[in-house]
């Protein structure tokens, strides 16, 4: 008597069936199929033995099955994105959860550069100078209202320029007679000393530092042959055409300060009232 070959679950004769070996038992192909195929995350059918099958995270899928959720695109042997558990193709990806460059409106696809800016994105080539026209990428930009400059162009077109130099003004400066300077080029129009942050005075709209002002312009005083500037609440006197400092302002004699007393010419001198009676 010949030797049984059954089905190792159904127990029924295979002899002249078609079968599968799995762990060293034979099996009739509804028996396997029942047992050992995987279900369908689609269609909840089983995925029989000749059957391409397609699984992506632990889902089981027919090859027929494996579609996009939104235009039913076969996904088998395209790329494709998984949202909240539905498999989406790229495009449609793309057209519903990824963003639109606001230059070109076209969408800018997962994975390519792109630069973000106040909730508006755009191509990485998109994103350019309104000036120069050419694309900013991850350098210094100005926006100025709905446009955009490099940093080049917004100081060539807006910055103010040094009245001296006539170069832009990046930022900081000194303001003279309304007119824009770097500090650098404020200077002393005699000895070229920076004013900025210093006490300076003018003559004819040219800035002078105090000394330069006082050695150049100012009147002496007879006492001390030193400059009358008036700066600083610094008081004086003048006579006939003569001018003294307000401490220097005493009797050629006795040194008496003549500060709003009574007081005789002599020549260059000048006297107090005691030393004139006594000539």
Known sequence: MADRFDCDNCKESLYGRKYIQSD?????????????????????????HDARELFYEDRHYHEHCFRCFRCDRSLADEPFTSQDDALLCNDCYCNEFSSKCVACDKIVMPGTRKLEYAGSTWHEGCFICHSCEQPIGSKSFIPDKDEHYCVPCYEDKFAPRCTRCKKTLAKGGVTYRDEPWHKECFVC???KTQLAGQHFTSREDSPYCLKCFGSLYAKKCEACNKPITGFGGGKYISFEERQWHQPCFTC????????GAGFFPDGDRILCRDCHSSL
């Open 252 to 259: 050629s004699q006795c040194s008496v300060s003549l500060v």
């Open 189 to 191: 129009t005699s000895c």
């Open 24 to 48: 060293d038992s034979p099996y009739c192909i509804p028996c396997y199929d029942s047992l050992f195929s995987n279900t369908c995350d689609e269609c909840k059918e089983l995925i029989g």
